[in-house]
């Protein structure tokens, strides 16, 4: 089995999976699945912003409320995203799950627009080492969180089956 | 805030997300191998109109409650940063590196510099 492998062929888009053949039409365009993940992005737009405006940052300085979102949410969809697809094949209750809280929650929870343009903020109002940090750090820290996610799912997965797969 | 206007953010970003589903399914259906083509064209359209309405706004042309509509809900629904640095760790998991490196470090790069051509292009508007 390679249930413990710690390197399942996860798909490299999570948002749309390969349409086994015969499927009537693509995941991206059912009324049914945009509507799931339009309501998972309106609940993480929705608590993004509830949190920038329960911790607002200074303008000039680096946006730290958005800088701990986007690394939680690459966190958590990476956790989510191996622990489905450790569960078994991307459908049904799965996908679902996969669409709202994946797709939708954590994709409207973070946002790459926002960092581009405080960066660049930053950057043109003559910031030009905090803005080249935070958009630098922004990425490198969220690609250890991504993997953390990853290795998380993965050695909570082993713990469920008690090694065995 | 008002609880509307809240309400209009977060109904955005709903909109934002699923604009995202259906942009990303057409672009990885016309294009073939492992880079996330749909991603990285949503990220960087997103970052360009997000510096342009910031733009616009910060020189008046555009009302608050409009600019948070539109960028922090729209724009912060389509774009993602969550996939973004899934696509990147999972490229790099497969040692593609280079692909790796420019959706980490290039998508970055771009999309900060499309971000400061929006902000500008905006506020000469």
């Avoid at chain 1, 581009?116 to 935070?134: E, F, N, P, R």
């Avoid at chain 2, 970003?13 to 294009?31: E, F, H, N, P, Q």
């Avoid at chain 2, 040692?95 to 999309?111: E, F, Q, S």
Wanted: aromatic share 6%; glycine share 16%.
């Amino acid at each position: 089995m390679t249930d413990t492998d710690p390197l399942i062929p996860l798909p490299i888009d999570p948002d749309v999976e390969e349409t086994p053949m015969g499927e009537p039409r693509p995941v991206h365009l059912r009324v049914s699945a945009l509507a799931v993940v339009a309501a998972g992005g309106t609940a993480g737009a929705a608590t993004r912003e509830a949190l920038t405006l329960a911790f607002p940052s200074a303008s000039g300085a680096v946006p730290w409320t958005i800088l701990a979102i986007n690394l939680v949410g690459a966190f958590l969809l990476a956790f989510l995203l191996d622990a489905l697809a450790r569960r078994g094949a991307d459908h049904g209750r799965r996908r679902t799950l996969r669409l709202l809280v994946g797709t939708g929650f954590m994709g409207g929870f973070t946002t790459y627009s926002a960092l581009a343009t405080d960066a660049a903020s930053l950057i043109g109002g003559g910031a030009v080492g905090t803005g080249v940090a935070y958009g630098l750090g922004t990425v490198v820290l969220g690609g250890i969180a991504t993997w953390a996610g990853i290795v998380i799912a993965t050695l909570a997965h082993r713990s469920r089956t008690g090694g065995r797969s | 805030m008002t609880p509307l206007l809240f309400l209009g953010v977060a109904v955005a970003g709903g909109l934002g997300s699923a604009c995202r589903l259906l942009l990303d399914g057409v672009i990885r259906s016309r294009t073939r191998g492992t880079t996330p083509w749909g991603t990285i064209v949503i990220n960087l359209t997103g970052s360009f109109l997000l510096g342009l309405v910031t733009g616009v706004s910060s020189v008046h042309l555009l009302p608050e409650a409009a600019h948070l509509v539109l960028g922090a809900g729209f724009l912060g629904g389509y774009t993602t940063f969550s996939t973004a640095s899934f696509e990147t760790v999972r490229l790099l998991q497969e040692r593609k590196w280079v692909a790796g490196g420019l959706n980490g470090l290039g998508v970055l790069i771009a999309t900060t510099v499309l971000a400061g051509l929006g902000l500008w292009i905006g506020s000469i508007l």
